[in-house]
C-alpha cells in the first residue's frame, strides 16, 4: 500500500509514503476529510535524520493494528518541520505551553479547524516510565472526542487564546547599546562552563552563534574574557566528539557536557555557522587549529552535503546499518580497539587508539569509542596522525552510509554560501568561492525562479510548494552580501535588496516587530513570531544583520531603520536571555561600531581587498572593483578613485571618513587587524 505521500518532494515524508498509516499531507483537503468524517486530526511532526522520529515510526506506524485504529478514528497529517517552520513552530509553541518541554518527533491531536488540544512527543508501543503507550493515547483521545466534545472544543478555544494573548514585547524604543551588551556578556560569564567550554550542561549544543558575538565583542571593546571563552570553546568542540575527527564536520550536539558523545546527525546549518565562526576565530587569533577545522568543516560540507545541481542537502542521519544490518546510532563513525587493529596493525592501532582516545570499555555503547582528541595538545608525529586517518577515513568508506536528506533548504544554502565564500577568500581557496556561487545560482534559478518569491525547499532542481519564510529570506540575504563582498559582484547585492525589500513589504509589523510568516500566507491559528536564536538565526535577527549590512552597502535609511526597529528585540532580550539571543547580539555589536564601510578601488582579491575582509571591525562591509563600472556594482565606489594610480581604500562610519590609504598595513589598523 502506499499513501497520499508518495509524491511528497520531502524525503522525510517520503519515508513514511510506505506506512500503513493513510498519511495526508498538511492541506486544506486533509481538515476537510476530518470535518466530513467528524473525527479529529492526529498531527505527527518531524524531520528525516530525527532518530528518535524513525523510532516511533517504525514501532507504531508501520504496525497494521495501530494504523488500522488510526485510520479509522482519525485523519493521520505528517508534516516535515523543515519544509513547515511555521506550523511546527505554531504547535510546538503549544506544545510547549502544555507540557512544558518539546522535540521531535512532535504528536497533536487537532479538531477540524486546526485548533490543538491534547500534545505529546514520542509515544512508546507500550506504556513505561509512567508514560501511557501510543495505542492507549490513540483510544483515549477517540474517547474523548465521541463522549466529552464540549470539553474537547472547551480545550482548544482555551489553548488558542492563550496563544493568541501572547503578545510579543519587543522592547520598545531604543536599540541595544554598550549597556545591553555589557549585561549579555556578564549573562554569559555566570553560564559559562570552565572545565569543558560552553554554556549550560547536558546536552551540550554547539553555541556558533553566542561565539560569533564574543568575536565580534572582543574586536569593538578588547575584552578578553570574552576572546577566551569563544577560543576555549572552540578548542574543546574541535577536540571532542561532537567534531568528526576523521572527515570533518560536526555532530548536532553532544549529550554530555564534556563534547565527548555527539548525537550523530550531521545538519547542513550547524556545520555552515560552524565553518564560519572558526574563520571569524582564525581571522582574530591566527589559530592553526581554527584555520584546520574551518577547512575541513568547509570540505565536509562540499563532498558530503553538495547536491548535483550545486546546492546543499538539509542533513546525514545519526543512524546507520551495523555489522549485523540493523539501524544503529553512530554506527558508520564509532570504532572498537579491535577494529583498529583490523585496519591498522597492532602497532599503528595503540598509536591511534591513544591519540583518539579509543578504550577496550568505549566511550559509547557496546564497547565502541566516538573518536576525539582527548591528550594535551602537545607535539606528536603529524606524518604518522596523517597517515593513520587517512587509513582509518578509507576503511570508513566501506561502512554502510548513514541516509542523507537531500531536499535544499533556502536558509540553511544561505548560511553556507556565506561560510563557504568568506573560508575560501580568507585561505586562499577560490574553488570553495565558486561552489558558494554555485549554490547561490542554484537559489535564484530554482528557488526564487520566476515568481520573484522565494520557495522554502528544493529537491532535484525542482521547487517544492512551501513559501518561504522570514529566515529564508534574511540568511539567503545575509549569504548574497557575503558573497558580494568577496567576489566584487555587485550582482548578488542587488539579489540581496530584492530579498530586503520583500522583508520590508511583506514581513514587517508595527514598531519593527517581525513575523516569521509573510502578510499574505497562508493563515495559522496563531502568526509565528520568535526572536530567540536557536539551532540557527531566528528570522528576525537574520533579517536585522542583512538589513544593516544592506544599510552600510547602499545608503539605504528604509533598511537602517528597518533593522534598528528589529534589534529592539535584543536590547530586551540581550541581558536576560543571552545564550538565546547569540545572533541577534551579533548584530548589535555591528550597529556599535558603524558597521563600518570600506570602498576599495582596486582590483577584487588584490592585497587591499583581501586586508579589507580580513578586518575584525564587527560587521564591516567590503565592496571592491575597478574601472569607471565599479561605482554601477556598489554604491560604495561611486567617488572613490585610486589615489595617484595606486589601488585605494576608503573607510567610513557614522557618515564620517577616514582618509584614503595606499597602505595595506595602515588600512589592517583602521580595521582593527
Not at 556578556?185 to 569543558?196: A, F, K, P, V
Not at 533598511?559 to 530586551?572: C, D, I, N, S, Y
Amino acid at each position: 500500500m502506499v499513501n497520499r505521500l508518495a509524491d511528497a518532494m520531502s524525503p522525510y515524508l517520503l519515508q513514511h509514503a510506505d506506512n500503513p498509516v493513510d498519511w495526508w499531507p498538511w492541506s486544506p483537503e486533509a481538515f476537510e476529510a476530518a470535518r466530513e468524517r467528524d473525527v479529529p486530526v492526529l498531527l505527527s511532526v518531524g524531520y528525516a535524520s530525527c532518530h528518535w522520529c524513525h523510532v516511533m515510526a517504525h514501532e507504531s506506524f508501520e504496525d497494521e493494528t495501530v494504523a488500522a485504529y488510526l485510520n479509522a478514528h482519525f485523519v493521520p497529517v505528517k508534516v516535515d518541520r523543515e519544509e513547515r517552520p511555521d506550523v511546527d513552530a505554531v504547535y510546538m509553541e503549544a506544545v510547549q505551553a502544555a507540557t512544558g518541554h518539546g522535540g521531535w518527533p512532535m504528536t497533536v491531536f487537532l479538531t477540524a479547524d486546526a485548533e490543538p488540544f491534547y500534545f505529546g512527543t514520542y509515544f512508546p508501543p507500550e506504556a513505561r516510565h509512567g508514560s501511557p503507550s501510543f495505542q492507549q493515547v490513540l483510544e483515549g483521545v477517540a474517547a474523548a472526542w465521541t463522549d466529552r466534545r464540549e470539553e474537547v472544543a472547551e480545550v482548544a478555544g482555551r489553548i488558542v487564546a492563550d496563544l493568541a494573548g501572547r503578545s510579543l514585547v519587543h522592547g520598545g524604543d531604543g536599540v541595544p547599546g554598550e549597556q545591553e551588551t555589557a549585561q549579555a556578556l556578564l549573562g554569559l560569564t555566570r553560564e559559562y562552563d570552565e572545565q569543558h567550554g560552553g554554556f549550560g550542561g547536558a546536552p551540550k549544543f554547539p553555541p556558533s552563534m553566542v561565539v560569533e558575538f564574543l568575536l565580534r565583542h572582543y574586536a569593538r571593546t578588547g575584552s578578553e574574557g570574552a576572546l577566551q571563552m569563544a577560543a576555549d570553546s572552540c578548542a574543546a568542540m574541535a577536540r571532542g566528539g561532537i567534531y568528526d575527527q576523521l572527515g570533518g564536520g560536526f555532530a548536532r550536539y553532544s549529550v554530555d557536557r564534556e563534547w565527548v558523545v555527539p548525537h550523530f546527525e550531521k545538519m547542513l546549518y550547524d556545520n555552515a555557522l560552524l565553518c564560519r565562526v572558526y574563520a571569524h576565530l582564525w581571522r582574530t587569533t591566527g589559530s592553526d587549529e581554527a584555520r584546520r577545522i574551518a577547512l575541513e568543516t568547509a570540505d565536509f560540507m562540499v563532498r558530503e552535503l553538495r547536491t548535483a545541481e550545486g546546492g546543499f542537502a538539509s542533513a546525514l542521519d545519526a543512524d546507520s546499518e551495523d555489522a549485523d544490518g540493523k539501524h544503529v546510532e553512530g554506527a558508520f563513525y564509532v570504532w572498537t580497539p579491535a577494529q583498529l587493529r583490523e585496519v591498522l596493525g597492532e602497532e599503528d592501532a595503540a598509536f591511534a587508539a591513544a591519540y583518539f582516545g579509543v578504550t577496550e570499555e568505549g566511550t559509547f555503547e557496546e564497547g565502541s569509542s566516538v573518536l576525539r582528541l582527548p591528550g594535551e595538545a602537545g607535539p606528536v608525529d603529524a606524518a604518522r596522525v596523517a597517515d593513520v586517518r587517512a587509513r582509518l577515513l578509507a576503511a570508513r568508506a566501506e561502512r554502510p552510509r548513514p541516509g542523507l536528506d537531500d531536499k535544499v533548504v533556502a536558509a540553511w544554502n544561505g548560511l553556507a554560501i556565506a561560510a563557504l565564500a568568506e573560508t575560501g577568500a580568507y585561505f586562499d581557496r577560490p574553488d570553495l568561492v565558486e561552489r558558494a556561487t554555485e549554490a547561490a545560482d542554484l537559489l535564484v534559478r530554482v528557488h526564487l525562479g520566476e515568481v520573484a518569491r522565494l520557495t522554502r525547499t528544493s529537491r532535484d532542481g525542482r521547487a517544492g510548494d512551501n513559501a518561504g519564510v522570514l529566515e529564508d529570506y534574511g540568511d539567503v540575504a545575509e549569504g548574497f552580501l557575503a558573497l558580494a563582498a568577496v567576489t566584487g559582484e555587485g550582482a548578488w547585492l542587488e539579489f540581496a535588496g530584492f530579498l530586503l525589500d520583500i522583508v520590508l513589504e511583506q514581513f514587517t509589523g508595527d514598531g519593527g516587530q517581525l513575523y516569521d510568516t509573510a502578510h499574505d500566507a497562508e493563515q495559522l491559528i496563531r502568526r509565528p513570531q520568535d526572536p530567540t536564536d536557536s539551532a540557527t538565526p531566528s528570522g528576525w535577527t537574520a533579517a536585522a544583520g542583512a538589513l544593516l549590512s544592506y544599510a552600510a552597502y547602499t545608503g539605504s535609511e528604509a533598511h537602517r531603520t528597518a533593522a534598528e526597529g528589529a534589534l529592539g528585540v535584543v536590547k530586551a532580550l540581550g541581558p536576560r536571555v543571552p545564550r538565546f539571543v547569540g545572533w541577534g547580539l551579533a548584530v548589535a555589536e555591528a550597529l556599535l561600531d558603524g558597521p563600518r564601510e570600506v570602498a576599495v578601488a582596486g582590483p577584487v582579491g588584490g592585497e587591499l581587498h583581501r586586508t579589507a575582509l580580513l578586518g575584525r571591525a564587527p560587521g564591516a562591509v567590503v565592496a571592491a572593483g575597478e574601472g569607471p563600472g565599479a561605482g554601477a556594482e556598489f554604491p560604495l565606489l561611486v567617488d572613490r578613485p585610486p589615489v595617484g594610480g595606486e589601488p585605494t581604500a576608503y573607510v567610513c562610519r557614522h557618515f564620517v571618513c577616514d582618509a584614503p590609504t595606499t597602505d595595506a598595513g595602515e588600512l589592517a589598523g583602521k580595521l582593527g587587524g
